[in-house]
T-cell receptor, first 115, second 116 residues
Framework: ETGVTQTPRHLVMGMTNKKSLKCEQHLGHNAMYWYKQSAKKPLELMFVYNFKEQTENNSVPSRFSPECPNSSHLFLHLHTLQPEDSALYLC??????????????FGPGTRLTVT | SQQGEEDPQALSIQEGENATMNCSYKTSINNLQWYRQNSGRGLVHLILIRSNEREKHSGRLRVTLDTSKKSSSLLITASRAADTASYFCATDVPGAGGTSYGKLTFGQGTILTVHP
């Protein structure tokens, strides 16, 4: 266990559904991240939050909407997704995104399938 | 090509042998990190080497960094079947003010298979 949990672990949704992914970290960190991992592609950073403020949006389509109510929780709200959005979505946390030299701790991921 | 590229893409060895994976990158970095991922699960941080360091050890892991060649290697000695996983390098590239604001750039990884 890395101290980062994600729910659900698996999710199948239709293109018209609305669902949310949840991430929680128990490490006392101040930065949280969403990544997308697709087959045969490098891990892609989607969003970065530092002390609850969004500091990075890596040109992510608006059908993905992040929310960070506090430094321990991060959500990814999904709506009207496309089949190409099927992937493993990973959440991570680190001590402070502004400070160089901190490693990131990853959750186990949510395997999303869009039908 | 990308900021971080691992080589080889796949490596198959016998238990007890050493495994070496390489990573090349393009721009200046603050640090380079290696992560392991077991099939379909989250990544686990292995080791971080700063740009002013040349070599670092952690248990059976040895990482080297050559900033002049913009390359790094990860050596796993006396490999075990449990080392079977994908291994990724990630670069922390300085932005404005010297920090990357947490933005790591990952390579596509090396798939290591260790046969018992």
């Amino acid at each position: 266990e890395t101290g980062v949990t994600q729910t659900p672990r698996h999710l199948v949704m239709g293109m018209t559904n609305k669902k949310s992914l949840k991430c929680e970290q128990h490490l006392g960190h101040n930065a949280m991240y969403w990544y997308k991992q697709s087959a045969k592609k490098p891990l892609e950073l989607m969003f970065v939050y530092n002390f609850k403020e969004q500091t990075e949006n890596n040109s992510v389509p608006s059908r993905f909407s992040p929310e960070c109510p506090n430094s321990s929780h991060l959500f990814l709200h999904l709506h009207t997704l496309q089949p190409e959005d099927s992937a493993l979505y990973l959440c991570a946390s680190s001590q402070d995104a502004r400070t160089v030299g901190y490693e990131q701790y990853f959750g186990p991921g949510t395997r999303l399938t869009v039908t | 090509s990308q900021q971080g590229e691992e080589d080889p893409q796949a490596l198959s060895i016998q238990e007890g042998e050493n495994a070496t994976m390489n990573c090349s990158y393009k721009t200046s970095i603050n640090n380079l990190q290696w992560y392991r991922q077991n099939s379909g699960r989250g990544l686990v941080h292995l080791i971080l080497i700063r740009s002013n360091e040349r070599e670092k050890h952690s248990g059976r892991l040895r990482v080297t960094l050559d900033t002049s060649k913009k390359s790094s290697s990860l050596l796993i000695t006396a490999s075990r079947a449990a080392d079977t996983a994908s291994y990724f390098c990630a670069t922390d590239v300085p932005g404005a003010g010297g920090t990357s604001y947490g933005k790591l750039t990952f390579g596509q990884g090396t798939i290591l298979t260790v046969h018992p």
